[in-house]
């Protein structure tokens, strides 16, 4: 992808415009199988990340842009499963990496912002790593919001503009690279993304200098 403008979500972060759906959909089919095998200092980091804050989900879980399903592996046994992507191929590829573990109780290609379930329908709603890629950041947290109980919670872990200025910086004038090479703009807000899309944050922690955050937000 070439640079791209910055007219759309996010005005006052100067941040370029996400991918078009199918943009998205084209990449990321292009990338499954490698997706399957991360750096391992990335998969050791998020790995604890994901252990920490998607340990609290509870009941009826959605998984919105499950991708290759990575993040079931760190919910609490109890929960019923639910995963839904944009792309075929990296729910394809997540079929094929469960196949006969019984783990996986129902994968559906799904658009993120146009959610194919009913208000209410979920005790946990739950994404890591992909509001920094979404078309529409904020109308995919809203729908988020749409779909999970009113007692419900949304947990989120996300890319974000480190708080350490001069890696801050770094992440600013890498940002059309991050998103051409991994589509990810990775110096995104996503607090301000979760506000924006009129959730109420009840917690938010971060780690290495601000670059991930995981947030716990429940539905406006």
């Excluded at 990449?27 to 998607?54: C, G, M, N, V, W």
């Excluded at 109308?139 to 503009?161: F, N, Q, S, T």
Aim: glycine content about 6%; hydrophobic content about 35%.
């Amino acid at each position: 992808m070439a640079d791209r403008p910055r007219t759309a979500t996010n005005p006052t972060e100067n941040l370029p415009d996400g991918p078009s759906l199918d943009e998205l959909r084209e990449a990321y089919a292009a990338t499954a199988e490698r997706r399957t095998r991360p750096p391992l200092i990335d998969r050791l980091l998020k790995s604890r990340y994901r252990r920490q804050h998607f340990g609290q989900a509870r009941g009826r879980v959605l998984d919105v842009a499950c991708g290759l399903g990575t993040n079931y592996r760190y919910l609490p046994d109890s929960v019923e499963y639910v995963g839904v992507d944009t792309t075929r191929e990296m729910l394809e590829t997540t079929k094929d990496r469960f196949n006969g573990l019984g783990t996986m109780d129902a994968l559906a290609q799904m658009d993120v912002v146009a959610l194919a379930f009913p208000d209410d329908a979920f005790d946990t709603v739950v994404s890591s790593f992909s509001t920094c890629a979404f078309p529409d950041p904020v109308a995919a947290i809203r729908e988020m919001g749409r779909v999970c109980a009113p007692d419900g919670r949304i947990l989120l872990l996300e890319h974000g503009r480190s708080d350490v200025e001069l890696l801050g910086r770094l992440q600013d004038w890498r940002v059309d690279t991050e998103l051409a090479g991994d589509v990810c703009r990775w110096s995104q807000d996503p607090v301000a993304n979760v506000r924006r899309a009129g959730l109420t944050i009840t917690e938010t922690r971060s780690w290495l200098a601000g670059i991930v955050t995981a947030i716990e937000a429940r539905p406006p």
